[in-house]
């Protein structure tokens, strides 16, 4: 058995808010959606061969317990860094600053708007 490919999957609070801010910053395309009860609930986006989904969680006020919603970390390899990164820091104020790592990688971060951690990067030569 092979694993041929996988979607991430992030859960969202605010989906609405998440999906402009990946459509906004990152330029990804809605592929598709599903709607429950005239509210947004499910969205398939892609930006290039990246492939991403969210999924919206809902508090459940029979339930005692308020839903886990895990924080991931997306790495997004890219072309051309500083022009991606000149591009997110004139729309998006809270961007680290553009950095060098020891592994050879020129990467900055940010945060969606459900608190996932996006680390952009690009191979130093």
């Known amino acids: ?7 991430p999957v992030l859960n969202c609070q ?4 998440t ?15 599903r ?16 492939t991403l989904m ?3 969680v809902s508090k459940d006020s029979s339930r005692e317990e308020t839903p886990q ?9 890219v072309s051309d860094i500083k022009e991606l990164y000149h591009f997110i820091k004139a729309k998006y ?7 060098v790592t020891d592994y050879k990688m ?5 945060s969606d708007p459900e608190g996932n951690v996006l680390t952009i990067g690009m191979s130093v030569k």
């Open 54 to 56: 969210l999924q919206a």
């Open 106 to 110: 020129q990467e900055f971060f940010l």
């Open 14 to 17: 605010h989906i609405e808010d």
């Open 93 to 99: 104020n809270n961007v680290s600053d553009l950095i």
């Open 19 to 33: 999906l402009a801010f990946y459509q906004q910053i990152l330029h990804f395309v809605v592929v598709k959606k």
């Open 69 to 77: 919603i895990s924080k991931i970390t997306l790495y997004y390899f």
């Open 35 to 50: 709607d429950l009860n005239n509210s947004l609930c499910w969205v398939h986006l892609m930006n290039g061969d990246t």
């Open 1 to 7: 058995m092979a694993i041929l490919s996988s979607i």
